[in-house]
């Protein structure tokens, strides 16, 4: 038995055209992220454009990081003006990993340059086993 479905090119192209944004709602929303392992710390750089710095949150708990940022409107009709489409997203994204080792949250640090927040989260130093006296 043949599963063929018929699709019109033309019709998924006016659909998305006039219906969602091309690459969909869950791409637009997304925190894109590249974590780097180095010898102490972890290096990180999440893409977050069109967001103010102070618009970034980062949380640090033990091993686990939270990104939350909050994309604003701004606005931007003017009289005799109307808008025919609008792709850009705005509201709240967020995004948490867990990562190999717990973070010394004390040495972290956090930049944020063009678009993209750099973080560089030293590895927290393992606590040495200590032998206890028995009395």
């Known amino acids: 038995m ?12 006016l659909r998305g ?7 969909g709602q869950a791409e637009a929303l997304a925190l894109k992220v590249d ?9 990180i ?3 977050i454009p069109g967001v103010k710095k102070e618009d970034i949150h980062v ?7 939270s ?11 003017k009289e005799g003006e109307r808008a025919l489409r ?10 948490s990993f867990e990562l190999p080792q717990e973070v010394d949250e004390s040495q972290a640090s956090a930049k944020y340059n063009d678009g993209v927040l ?5 590895k927290k130093t393992a606590a040495q086993a200590r032998r206890l006296t028995i009395q």
């Open 35 to 43: 974590v780097k392992e180095r010898e102490n710390a972890y290096a």
């Open 86 to 95: 609008s792709e850009r997203y705005f509201g709240k994204v967020s995004r």
């Open 118 to 122: 750099e973080l560089v989260l030293p």
């Open 2 to 13: 043949s599963n063929l479905i018929y699709r019109d090119p033309l019709d998924d192209l």
């Open 17 to 23: 055209f006039f219906v969602r944004p091309v690459g």
């Open 67 to 77: 990104i939350s940022a909050e994309r604003r409107e701004a606005k931007e009709a």
């Open 45 to 47: 750089h999440a893409e």
């Open 59 to 65: 949380a640090i708990d033990g091993a686990v990081v």
